[in-house]
């Protein structure tokens, strides 16, 4: 599995925007980016996905890079609920319905 | 919306032990999985099925493991004679369908809330 490098924590005020960086150097042409988030005390919780072009819903923006190396999760007004740890996935589509593999993610902590 | 349930929240168990883990997907899923998380780890995968059979499992997932689909609702992880090391949370998991292709490939996992075991 290609991986990803994420910074372990991040910190950030409410109601600012928030941008949780994600490496993936050895990325392969047919790797979709995913992004999870786990809340205390729940189970994971999809985010947002996508390949080349950036990304938006209801949830966040995922911004990704020319090269596909990197990509940025990007929560534009942050909350309280937004405090959760963020993992940054690759997926290759021509794998079909596989496991998902999780990093340790960025733990990010929402200061009121 | 929909959402995946897992009972219990909270299971406690003697050492050698058996238990059974109890989860119901979203209806219209098909593709189903277990994950563990041991305290302040990493979530790690334990086993995927699809179509009454294991598609994939992890080194993790050895004999004393099993998964089955009783009914058309449940999805159960059983662990034959636990022991210390299997306390963690466990996740149930489903997907909406399954194939290759990004369209498959690319659909949300959906997570329960985990069933947390505790081994004494």
């Known amino acids: 599995d290609a991986k990803t490098t994420q910074p372990n924590s991040m910190e950030s005020n409410e109601e600012e925007p928030v941008h949780l960086p994600c490496n993936h150097s050895?990325?392969?042409?047919?790797?979709?980016i995913h992004w999870y988030r786990q809340l205390p005390s729940q189970g994971p919780e999809y985010v947002i996905h996508?390949?080349?072009s950036n990304v938006n819903n209801r949830m966040a923006s995922l911004a990704i890079a020319e090269d596909r190396k990197s990509s940025t999760l990007i929560l534009h007004r942050a909350t309280l609920r937004d405090a959760a740890v963020y993992y940054c996935i690759l997926r290759d589509w021509n794998q079909g319905a596989q496991k998902l593999v999780f990093g340790q993610g960025t733990r990010l902590t929402i200061n009121p | 919306e929909p959402e995946v349930t897992q009972t219990p929240s909270h299971q406690v168990t003697q050492m050698g032990q058996e238990v059974i883990l109890r989860c119901v997907p979203i209806?219209?899923?098909?593709?189903f999985y277990w994950y563990r998380q041991i305290l302040g780890q990493k979530v790690e995968f334990l086993v995927s099925?699809?179509?009454?059979?294991?598609?994939?499992k992890s080194e993790i997932f050895d004999d004393q493991f099993s998964v089955e689909r009783p009914d058309g609702s449940n999805f159960t992880l059983k662990i034959r004679s636990t022991k210390l090391e299997d306390s963690a949370m466990y996740f149930c998991?489903?997907?909406?369908?399954f194939g290759v292709g990004a369209t498959y490939s690319n659909q949300p996992q959906h997570f329960g809330d985990g069933t947390r075991l505790s081994i004494l």
């Open positions: 998991a489903s997907s909406e369908s």
């Open positions: 099925f699809y179509n009454n059979e294991i598609s994939e």
């Open positions: 209806s219209n899923h098909l593709y």
């Open positions: 996508g390949l080349t």
């Open positions: 050895t990325i392969s042409g047919t790797d979709y």
